[in-house]
């Protein structure tokens, strides 16, 4: 059974900075990969970033230089720090979890940014 849990969401104002973490438990392979992902209503959920094993990143475009994903692998947790934030940052923040082509998430954490 594997269970991923997000914490670190609040209410800030833009400019403002945020972290959120991540914490998996379980069976869970030694390499994996995790992201956050966002979502607002009437959209789609989103890439945010992703980290490997291996410390390999991704970010969407919209967030270079404002975000950053960390991880400790033998915590099985991940962060987002979130720096600049702005009002269309303002989403559920989801964590996922992915290996052998499984995919767990987390129930979601709310982020509000205030203009």
């Known amino acids: 059974q594997v269970q991923v849990e997000e914490s670190g969401g609040g209410l800030v104002q833009a400019g403002g900075s945020l972290r959120l973490s991540c914490v998996a438990s379980g069976s869970i392979l030694s390499f994996n990969v995790m992201g956050w992902y966002r979502q607002v209503p009437g959209k789609e959920r989103e890439l945010v970033a992703s980290?490997?094993?291996?410390?390999?990143?991704n970010y969407v475009d919209s967030v270079k230089g404002r975000f950053t994903i960390s991880r400790e692998n033998g915590k099985n947790t991940v962060y987002l720090q979130m720096n600049s934030l702005r009002p269309e940052d303002t989403a559920v923040y989801y964590c996922?979890?992915?290996?052998?082509?499984?995919?767990?998430w987390g129930q979601g954490t709310q982020v509000t940014v205030s203009s």
């Open positions: 996922k979890l992915r290996f052998t082509l499984k995919d767990y």
């Open positions: 980290i490997t094993t291996y410390g390999s990143t």
